[in-house]
């Protein structure tokens, strides 16, 4: 059955497509079964993580991820010598393996959109997936999923699929996180950089994110925290894509306690000791709100 799905995030959405696709999954070497699209290599690098931790007690299941800045060498190599049965990735580099023959989805029987919104709203990307999945077979399992999905998105998702299970949250209200404590600080300006230093010295905290509304706001405020000693990391689009993603292996896993971002890394992404966000620049929208705060307790400064 097709699955249409929105619910809030950190309700377990991964998890569902995680599991589903592992328990009815047949393993036949050298067949790619199961194909997840997702539009960032964070998110990528993250589901791949997911798959391989509910599949440790499933030796014979085979799982990869491929996504742009890498060279694709690495990747062409990779399929050809061990073949996944479970593939993750962007729809860029998987399209450009496709193409270039490495990569076959002729035997694909569960295609999955992650934040399938953002794919789909994007009609760059949005021609992508089309291609991608008219190589696919015509008998196989579509699910989608977002914590946000528009009235608008919703029949474009209903064409890659057949009768699909609709699952809605429709009222915004509940798309807010449970037992989510959020604060605001109304300031000019010029206070924020004094009110950020001051709340990071005093809130107990585990790992924190901040939220910034550009590159160069990224940039220079986390310059401005390591030269007062705090232990912060930026990720943001100006930077190459190997890059970015070492820096979020490096918070993932617990080297650096401050990750100061752009909404790049504000949708889909999960980390574990994540325990307080803070909104440095507010959203322009409520569903970007919505992806930020899910990461956990929110201050915002404005």
Known sequence: MDVLCQA??????????????????????????????CHTREL?????????????????????????????????????????????????????????????????????LDECDKMLESLDMRRDVQEIFKMT????????????LSKEIRPVCKKFMQDPMEIYVDDEAKLTLHGLVQHYIKLSELEKNRK?????????????????????????????????????????????????LTRYKNFKEGHKRI???????GRGIDIE????????DMPDSADTYLHRVSLFLTLQLN
């Open 8 to 37: 809030k995030s950190g309700m377990g959405k991964t998890a569902v497509f995680v599991l589903s696709t592992l328990q009815q999954i047949e393993p036949v070497a050298g067949q790619v079964a199961a194909l997840v699209l």
């Open 137 to 148: 077979p015509h008998d196989k399992q579509v699910m989608m999923f977002s914590a946000t």
């Open 196 to 244: 950020l230093n001051d709340l990071l010295d005093a809130l107990d905290f585990n790992q924190v994110v901040i939220f910034v509304k550009s590159v160069n706001r990224a940039a220079e405020l986390n310059k401005l925290l390591v030269e007062c000693n705090f232990p912060s990391i930026c990720i943001h689009s100006g930077m190459s894509q190997e890059e970015r």
């Open 259 to 265: 990750l100061v971002a752009t909404d790049l890394v």
């Open 44 to 112: 990528a690098y993250q589901i791949c993580h997911e798959f391989e931790r509910f599949s440790t007690y499933l030796p014979d299941i085979k799982v990869a991820v491929f996504y742009g800045g890498v060279n694709i060498k690495v990747h062409k190599d990779l399929l050809k010598n061990e073949c996944p049965h479970i593939v993750v990735g962007t729809p860029g580099r998987i399209l450009a393996l496709t193409r270039d023959k490495d990569l076959s989805l002729k035997n694909v029987r569960h295609f999955i």
């Open 273 to 280: 000791r994540v325990n307080i966000v803070i909104n440095y």
